[in-house]
């Protein structure tokens, strides 16, 4: 028997889903740091006035579908997310950005989404762990994850399709069962 589905309420987060940070990092300071720490340190002393490194973000994949929301953790100013969105011909949805990157998304998002699209696996976690059903977006900073939970593109078909069999089979619902290491 076919099961008729509702269109999913999608989440998208910006940085290295949709924008290539990483790229972007690279262009402008020439190499990553050994550390994680350093990439905060000058995200938050140096990047966080450079108007022009937020807006000319390099757009990595693009979305197949109109998002119910975009939520990203960025210490610069809203307006330049928005305006970077607007220039790349972004679809328009509501923008919630997290003052900070320790902060947790989940009370940003929490009863917006059916599912969010994350690139993060800190950020993966805790919102799973927080009962907000999220996938994990291929990168090169979370090659060893998956292929539960993972998609590869922002098709809507392959998240929904990956969606469904995870609500299915249980996952959102266990996943500190089937996730605990992470």
Not at 58 to 81: A, D, E, G, H, Q
Not at 123 to 128: E, H, S, T, V
Not at 147 to 166: F, G, H, N, R, V
Request: hydrophobic share 35%; proline share 6%; aromatic share 14%.
């Amino acid at each position: 028997m076919i099961r008729l589905r509702d269109s999913l309420k999608i989440g998208l987060d910006l940085d290295d889903t949709i924008f290539n940070f990483s790229e972007g990092y690279l262009r402008r300071f020439k190499h990553f740091p050994k550390y994680d720490w350093a990439i905060t340190r000058n995200v938050t002393h140096i990047l966080i006035k450079e108007r022009d490194f937020w807006v000319n973000l390099p757009v990595m994949r693009r979305p197949n579908f109109i998002p119910k929301l975009y939520c990203s953790s960025r210490v610069s100013k809203k307006s330049w997310t928005k305006k970077a969105i607007e220039i790349n011909d972004l679809p328009n949805s509501p923008l919630y950005q997290v003052p900070g990157y320790h902060i947790p998304k989940s009370k940003y998002i929490k009863g917006r989404v059916d599912v969010f699209i994350e690139d993060s696996p800190h950020q993966w976690k805790a919102l799973n762990m927080a009962g907000i059903p999220c996938l994990l977006i291929d990168g090169d900073n979370n090659k060893d994850y998956g292929p539960i939970l993972k998609i590869y593109s922002l098709d809507e078909s392959e998240i929904t399709d990956a969606y469904w069999l995870a609500k299915e089979s249980g996952i959102f619902n266990e996943f500190d069962k089937y996730f605990n290491e992470y």
